[in-house]
DNA sequence: TAGATTGTTAATCGATTAACAATC
DNA sequence: TAGATTGTTAATCGATTAACAATC
């Protein structure tokens, strides 16, 4: 294995490695070539092989991939190992969703809390967490050194909770506000609106 | 203007220049060069120029580009002049996270209805939309001439849905299922795990 | 007019794809 | 061993950045 750069390209497809693999497993099959792999998944063999090898020589000549191990080590590489503590600020709509989503627990992304300003919300519990006033949030980090920030926030106030977090320890930012916010952290967007508009751009594009 | 190909990169960075330029024209800035625009948004002012010369010369040489003027012409760009009508397959957290979303509705992303095979649900109603049975959807996205379908279900039956939404003339898929769904429409992917996972890479990888 | 800044062509950089020797 | 398929180097392709003439 030699040591080489892993591009955002490279990044943003272990994933999708990682799912396909998950798949394949779960059917029983136990081998599968870069070309089979890179067939299924819209992409190029040659690719497969080479953003694989960013990370280790996992397949064997005249062979092909073991797909358990494969699947381990990509589990492994993308940091599924462990397990993570998370908050989310903001409890409106998508916050709520979120801490409502089951596919995270399942992965060890465990939401332990929620924050907000508004007084009607503070109090309830949502799937069991609570939801605590904003202005306990970095103690409450600090306290329980959560790992990740979900911003699901007002967009005025996403930098500063952003700032918040960070000061507090927090060692990662999932931001779903539609702004973009600078931080010393990883930090990952989902901007719901940005790609709905990628989409009305398409279907347009499309006549 | 000269023809040429609008790449991926270039349209995923339309709507982060539409915002931009929302933020400025708010702002009340009447003007702005490629370079001013470039700092703020973290790009580069050729790109910037690269950019906008896809779809027109909208600038203007030693002036710069008007705010208010390229605003509208980038949100005629990405088919925001119009409305759409949105149904949503799946009326879980997620769906019903995305039906309370204001966001949308403001800018002309109408949802009508939600579809879910759970009797508990159909017969409710969400922000004042109905929830009604998988059953119906076809007919219901014929008769109402439904723009974009997003799908919120289960990971098993997407593939199914897609098909039936596109067989009943939907003309683009926004999917939040993780899987790779098919489609001869255009289609968007909000896989919030694969985001998660790349966010846990980065977390591990800082180290 | 002189200064500023675009539109556009050319150069660079990085990512994808092809080719093939190594090897299971 | 022979066939298959990897790991890796080389070639190609496309996107980003630089440069500069055109022009407001």
Redesign the pocket.
């Known amino acids: 294995?030699?040591e080489r750069?892993v591009?955002?390209?490279?990044i943003r497809r272990l994933p999708r490695y990682y799912r396909q693999l998950e798949l394949l497993n779960g059917k029983g099959v136990d081998r599968?070539?870069?070309?089979e792999?890179a067939q299924q998944m819209g992409?190029?063999?040659?690719?497969v092989?080479?953003d694989?090898?960013c990370f280790?020589?996992?397949?064997?000549?005249?062979?092909?991939?073991p797909v358990q191990n494969l699947h381990k080590e990509i589990a492994n590489i993308l940091g599924l190992t462990r397990s993570y503590k998370l908050v989310i600020a903001g409890a409106g709509n998508i916050g709520q969703a979120l801490c409502k989503y089951e596919g995270f627990a399942q992965k060890g992304f465990e939401v332990i809390a929620l924050f907000d300003i508004n007084e009607a919300l503070i109090g309830q519990t949502i799937a069991g967490r609570p939801i605590l006033h904003v202005d306990q949030m970095s103690g409450f980090i600090r306290e329980n050194s959560v790992d990740i920030g979900i911003i699901s926030a007002r967009r005025r106030s996403a930098q500063q909770i952003a700032d918040t977090m960070v000061e507090a320890g927090i060692r990662a930012i999932w931001n779903f506000v539609p702004v973009d916010v600078t931080v010393s952290v990883p930090i990952e967007n989902i901007q719901l609106s940005d790609s709905m508009f990628v989409l009305s751009y398409r279907l347009n594009a499309q006549e």
């Open positions: 294995m030699k750069k591009s955002e390209a490279v599968i070539s870069s070309s792999l992409l190029n063999p040659s690719q092989r080479q694989l090898n280790g020589g996992f397949g064997q000549q005249g062979y092909g991939y």
